[in-house]
Nanobody, 125 residues
Framework: QVQLVESGGGLVQAGGSLRLSCAAS????????MSWFRQAPGKEREFVAV???????NYADSVQGRFTISGDNAKNTVFLQMNGLKPEDTAVYYC???????????????????WGQGTQVTVSS
């Protein structure tokens, strides 16, 4: 199994930046992809970004060009750099890990078996 711990959330003004971190421990060598999802109050959890073991990345249209996902393999940590934050980015952000090497749809929550506890991001207008 892989354990995930997110950090870096907080309160920021619109237009500001935050960097979220997701530290993985355990069987990290079996991780084939890491993603960020978010859930705003009263809304369903939604896909934000994914980074695969190959280094390939994908983003939700709503964050493309503003957010960047990256990984530090030596530290078993994945980051989400968020720039140009908007009030609609306010949500709890979750890190997720996929342990299967089979093809998958990155936007589907069911593709990931391991989840962190989440970190709150609040963007004020």
């Amino acid at each position: 199994q892989v354990q995930l711990v997110e950090s870096g959330g907080g309160l920021v003004q619109a237009g500001g930046s935050l960097r979220l971190s997701c530290a993985a421990s355990g069987r990290t060598f079996s991780t084939y992809a890491m993603s960020w999802f978010r859930q705003a109050p009263g809304k369903e959890r939604e896909f934000v970004a994914v980074i695969r073991k190959s280094g390939n990345t994908n983003y939700a249209d709503s964050v493309q060009g503003r957010f960047t996902i990256s990984g530090d393999n030596a530290k078993n940590t994945v980051f989400l750099q968020m720039n140009g934050l908007k009030p609609e980015d306010t949500a709890v952000y979750y890190c997720a890990a996929r342990l299967s090497p089979l093809p998958f749809t990155s936007q589907h929550q069911s593709a990931y078996s391991q989840w962190g506890q989440g970190t709150q991001v609040t963007v004020s207008s």
